[in-house]
T-cell receptor, first 112, second 114 residues
């Protein structure tokens, strides 16, 4: 089957660094995306890794290891507004089918 | 540039009824994907439309159907509503027919089936 596993909850304090892991099992893997969703809001795109290695975008970085079927999202200098759910996602299927498979989400709680 | 919009924002229906949800894609995008998100879960892929053709479907029964129009807006229709259909329905637009990398989500329609 096709699935992505991530921790259900993570708690950290303001100013700290937190890492959210994601392991995946998909056919026809093309890359790993990360989305942020605040309560009651729409998911918003954070980053995408097609190749192994680290991608950095401001306070957020994302890492992919294809050989380990593993990736993570790293959030630095945590702020209260970072409290949200974070989803890893991968495109399932082959060819041009656009099926995007999401993990169950990790709820990040940032405490003062 | 206009973002992704969805209507209505909230909807209450009863079992057995039919519902139509609407989505306007972001300007310049030709692909729309629909997702169902139950409380506390990740979005589940329903289907995708690319240039008015279905371009992939998730594990949803045929009573979930859709359309994409020449202006790339889209509809999701659900017939014979069941209690378990209560969820947030999200549409996302993208460019290129693959849509796996960067999708831009609308605010969603929250459907309650009683």
């Amino acid at each position: 089957g096709q699935s992505l596993e991530q921790p259900s909850e993570v708690t950290a304090v303001e100013g700290a660094i937190v890492q959210i892991n994601c392991t995946y099992q998909t056919s026809g893997f093309y890359g790993l995306s990360w989305y942020q969703q605040h309560d009651g809001g729409a998911p918003t795109f954070l980053s995408y890794n097609a190749l192994d290695g680290l991608e950095e975008t401001g306070r957020f970085s994302s890492f992919l290891s294809r050989s380990d079927s593993y990736g993570y999202l790293l959030l630095q200098e945590l702020q209260m507004k970072d409290s949200a759910s974070y989803f890893c996602a991968a495109r399932g299927g082959s060819g041009n089918t656009g099926k995007l498979i999401f993990g169950q989400g990790t709820t990040l709680q940032v405490k003062p | 540039e206009t973002g992704v919009t969805q209507s209505p924002t909230h909807l209450i229906k009863t079992r057995g009824q039919q519902v139509t949800l609407r989505c306007s894609s972001q300007s310049g995008h030709n692909t729309v994907s629909w997702y169902q998100q139950a409380l506390g879960q990740g979005p589940q892929f329903i289907f995708q439309y690319y240039r008015e053709e279905e371009n992939g479907r998730g594990n949803f029964p045929p009573r979930f159907s859709g359309l994409q129009f020449p202006n790339y807006s889209s509809e999701l229709n659900v017939n014979a509503l069941e209690l378990d259909d209560s969820a947030l329905y999200l549409c996302a637009s993208s460019l290129g027919g693959q849509g796996g990398e960067t999708q831009y989500f609308g605010p969603g329609t929250r459907l309650l089936v009683l």
